[in-house]
């Protein structure tokens, strides 16, 4: 058995098997494995209580265990054996000999077996059978081979879930895992604030909470429901599901789309055009429909324009400022409907509680990510926030984290009819400072900036000062005046 990590790579050996702590299910009898191999013959995989030997092989092994074989008997046959003897042994199932990887993936829940073709789990589903007595013990994988070499990769280990879109996102973050530069330039723009925005989340399974079946090939393309109902109306309330389903729309299509959404510019041939406007018009996205056909209109009266061959170019006109580096004037963002999903909460995938408080909100995870780099990195970075649907926070003041993410949502600052304004201020440029948020940080020093030169020269001025240094104080200590003066220096720059 030889790894190769270069290539990421696993070979194994003629009657030998891989192992490893790794591959194993987090729940006894349930789990999911998703890989790609390369063979000539069969490919076999073993699940089993305890992890075995690498020369352990399945036709001696008299512990309870299962055993799948793709390509049986010379690759003609799929087989499923229960401790040993045959239960299922059909014809021109699941075959595996290629010239290449094809992918795989396998799925057993109480004694369900599933088996499928293809990099996404429960699509393209090609054989399942239910064991009447079943092994809801096994845990650990076995990626075995019978008489000739088999070349594995990409595997990932699943948890089952009925989400079928949180099984994605993992398949496609571990693939991409040990590619050391992605990751530092990743890392490098998450601490950019000003590089950061909705673009970084076009077609990312981060924090996505529904999915694109496109084409015949069926591609699965992720998106997030927030910002596409802020931009169109895509219906997603009336079909209750979090796959939607578009067998008579090609991927670039589709990619241009939401390109357009997501950034504000998006490129397509001019013999894709008609089709970009009728994905358009489907979904409400009218800013897009209007462009596409003034683009038609101007290559009808001048077909020479697109003699070079090139892409058409569209391009959201910027109006007056949105929401600075999270929704800049230049995507198709609808603030009022955004507004309104926060009123609501309709595709919330959060709930925040404060401690002390209870119940605050229930914003969306893409919004907060979008304004607070500490909010992303507690959303995706595997800690309990990015599983549970519920976040409780700590020394946090309940209205004004309410006034953040009123922010968050309009950018606008609107608490100037606020009962104890002077206090909630100050709260507020705490909270912005603790969780990132930069631009919100910036306006309260401005603010704050605007109410002290009211009266700085006159004594209820300086009264002004010393009450506000006084508040700040009190927040968990965070009050020093090397904080206080780095704050005012904040608000000197921004409104200069």
């Known amino acids: 058995m030889i790894e190769q990590k270069q290539k990421k790579f696993l070979t194994v050996a003629p009657f030998e098997c891989a192992w490893g702590n790794d591959l194993r299910f987090r729940e006894a009898g349930r789990g999911c494995v998703a890989f790609e191999a390369f063979a000539h013959n069969d490919v076999t995989v073993v699940f089993r209580e305890n992890v075995g030997s690498q020369h352990y092989h399945y036709k001696r092994d008299n512990s309870p265990h299962y055993t799948v074989i793709l390509g049986s008997h010379r690759n003609r046959r799929l087989k499923i054996e229960v ?120 077609e990312n399974w981060e924090l996505s909470d529904m999915v694109f079946i496109v084409g015949t090939e069926e591609r699965p393309v992720p998106a997030h429901k927030v910002i596409l109902e802020a931009c169109g109306n895509f219906h997603l309330s009336l079909y209750g599901e979090d796959v939607l389903h578009l067998p008579g729309v090609t991927y670039p299509v589709l990619h241009a789309l939401l390109q357009y959404i997501y950034t504000g510019q998006t490129q397509i041939p001019e013999s894709q055009l008609d089709s970009l406007r009728a994905l358009s018009l489907q979904f409400e996205v009218m800013p897009l429909v209007r462009q596409c056909e003034e683009s038609a209109e101007r290559f009808k009266l001048n077909k020479k324009l697109f003699d070079s061959g090139k892409n058409v170019e569209i391009l959201y006109p910027r109006s007056g400022p949105h929401c600075g580096a999270a929704f800049p004037s230049g995507i198709p963002v609808n603030m009022q409907k955004l507004k309104q999903l926060h009123l609501t909460g309709e595709y919330s995938d959060v709930e925040i509680y404060v401690e002390g408080h209870g119940f605050v909100a229930r914003p969306h995870r893409i919004i907060l990510s979008l304004w607070s780099i500490p909010f992303t990195k507690m959303f995706t970075n595997g800690m309990n926030e990015s599983l549970s649907l519920k976040i409780r926070l700590t020394d946090v003041p309940p209205e004004a984290f309410k006034a953040m993410l009123e922010y968050m949502y309009c950018g606008e600052l609107n608490i100037e009819d606020a009962i104890d304004f002077g206090t909630l201020l100050l709260q507020l440029l705490l909270l912005a400072d603790q969780f990132g948020v930069t631009i919100l940080h910036q306006e309260c020093c401005k603010t704050l900036l605007e109410c002290l030169s009211e009266g700085w020269s006159s004594p209820s001025g300086r009264r002004s000062y010393n009450k506000s240094f006084s508040i700040m104080h009190k927040f968990n200590g965070r009050g020093s005046r090397q904080f206080w003066q780095r704050n005012y220096i904040v608000a000197s720059e921004a409104n200069c």
């Open 83 to 202: 401790d040993g003897k045959t239960v299922v042994d059909v014809a021109g199932v699941g075959l595996c000999c290629s010239s290449a990887f094809q992918s795989y993936w396998i799925s057993v829940y109480d004694g369900l077996i599933c088996i499928g073709k293809g990099r996404y789990p429960f699509q393209n589903l090609v054989f399942q059978w239910l064991d009447s007595n079943p092994n809801c013990s096994v845990q650990y994988i076995g990626l075995s081979s019978w008489d000739k070499h088999v070349g594995y990769r990409n595997i990932n280990v699943l948890p089952l879930t009925q989400n079928h879109i949180t099984l994605w996102k993992h398949v496609d973050c571990v693939e991409h895992e040990g590619e050391e530069d992605g990751e530092d330039d990743l890392e490098d723009e998450r601490t950019g604030y000003e590089k950061w925005g909705l673009e970084n989340f076009l």
